[in-house]
């Protein structure tokens, strides 16, 4: 579940519609009514480079049974030349679950993915992804960047990629399904109307050794909601409502503006 919170908190930005300057957004996420985890997000873009940091952590009933945060963080380069037009340079996610540190640190030195840090050791959970499975993957906060790039131009969220944390190797498609009104709701800030997604997700390598493949390897769905909270802001997720292995997971917006969301100075900066 929290790879796919953390996702969906990276999935907080668009490009800014002032070139550059951070947009800045937090949510709050659901489950079976409960919060369950608080995420803040930032993404900055210019037409040479782009970054996103995302911050996660468990709040609530779940805090309760799992403690956990983690923070995630990539920086890249536009090149028109790469398949999703944005090219990662450095990837790190650093945290803690169940009070035990959990590292990741990625570059992509020839355009491939080299891992330079991984707590705890594959060799302790999953089977390795293989080399030819890793080749053409991007990670997963660079491919959110480059849909909701997409998206601000083409008002649509056509897209899809193969993923690789380090970990893991999934494949995901999103496609547009049409236009709906959101009504008020109690858990968020958004009402209006707003583009409705479908994104679909398959994880086809490294899978945990104790895992099921078969269930582990089916398609997990979900649905996002993108609008612009403000005149002057991108077209952001103002909604999701996520399947996963436990039930659905329910994102909502709970504050958007402008500011850089530091990173904290035990990140992996391999």
Same mark, same amino acid.
């Given at each position: 579940?929290?790879?796919?919170?953390?996702?969906?908190?990276?999935?907080?930005?668009? =490009?800014?519609?002032?070139? @550059?300057?951070?947009?800045?957004?937090?949510?709050?996420?659901?489950?079976?009514?409960f919060?369950? *985890? /608080?995420?803040?997000?930032?993404?900055?873009?210019?037409?040479?480079?782009?970054?996103m940091?995302?911050?996660?952590?468990?709040?609530?009933?779940?805090? /309760?049974?799992?403690?956990?945060?983690?923070?995630?963080?990539?920086?890249?380069?536009?090149?028109?030349?790469? *398949?999703? @037009?944005?090219?990662?340079?450095?990837?790190?996610? #650093?945290?803690?679950?169940?009070?035990? =540190?959990?590292?990741?640190?990625?570059?992509?030195?020839?355009?491939?993915?080299?891992?330079?840090?991984?707590?705890? /050791?594959?060799?302790? &959970?999953?089977?390795?992804?293989?080399?030819?499975?890793?080749?053409?993957?991007?990670?997963?906060?660079?491919? !959110?960047?480059?849909?909701?790039?997409?998206?601000?131009?083409?008002?649509?969220?056509?897209?899809? *990629?193969?993923?690789?944390?380090?970990?893991?190797?999934?494949?995901v498609?999103?496609?547009?399904? %049409? &236009? #709906?009104?959101?009504e008020?709701?109690?858990? %968020?800030?958004?009402? @209006? =109307?707003?583009?409705?997604?479908?994104?679909?997700?398959?994880?086809?390598?490294?899978?945990?050794?104790?895992?099921?493949?078969?269930?582990?390897?089916?398609?997990?769905?979900?649905? *996002?909601?993108?609008?612009?909270? /403000?005149?002057?802001?991108? =077209?952001?997720?103002?909604?999701?409502?996520?399947?996963t292995?436990?039930?659905?997971?329910?994102?909502?917006?709970?504050? !958007? @503006?402008? %500011?850089?969301?530091?990173?904290?100075t035990?990140?992996?900066?391999?």
């Amino acid at each position: 579940m929290r790879t796919l919170i953390a996702a969906a908190a990276a999935a907080a930005l668009a =490009p800014a519609a002032r070139a @550059g300057e951070p947009v800045l957004a937090s949510y709050t996420a659901y489950f079976s009514g409960f919060s369950v *985890a /608080a995420l803040d997000a930032s993404f900055a873009l210019d037409d040479r480079r782009y970054r996103m940091v995302a911050r996660m952590r468990t709040i609530g009933i779940l805090a /309760a049974f799992v403690t956990g945060e983690q923070t995630t963080e990539v920086e890249g380069t536009i090149r028109s030349g790469h *398949a999703l @037009g944005l090219a990662p340079a450095r990837y790190a996610m #650093d945290g803690r679950w169940r009070d035990r =540190p959990r590292r990741i640190a990625m570059t992509w030195p020839d355009g491939r993915p080299e891992v330079l840090a991984l707590i705890p /050791a594959n060799t302790e &959970e999953r089977e390795p992804v293989p080399p030819e499975l890793q080749h053409g993957t991007v990670d997963t906060l660079t491919a !959110i960047a480059a849909l909701l790039r997409s998206l601000a131009a083409t008002g649509r969220c056509e897209g899809e *990629a193969a993923l690789f944390d380090g970990r893991r190797r999934t494949d995901v498609v999103v496609r547009t399904e %049409g &236009e #709906d009104t959101l009504e008020p709701h109690r858990w %968020g800030v958004f009402a @209006g =109307p707003a583009l409705r997604c479908s994104v679909e997700g398959r994880q086809v390598a490294g899978f945990r050794t104790d895992q099921d493949r078969a269930e582990a390897g089916r398609p997990r769905s979900a649905t *996002a909601w993108f609008a612009r909270p /403000a005149p002057d802001l991108p =077209p952001i997720p103002v909604r999701i409502e996520a399947e996963t292995g436990w039930g659905p997971v329910y994102l909502h917006l709970t504050r !958007i @503006g402008r %500011g850089d969301l530091p990173v904290p100075t035990r990140q992996t900066r391999n």
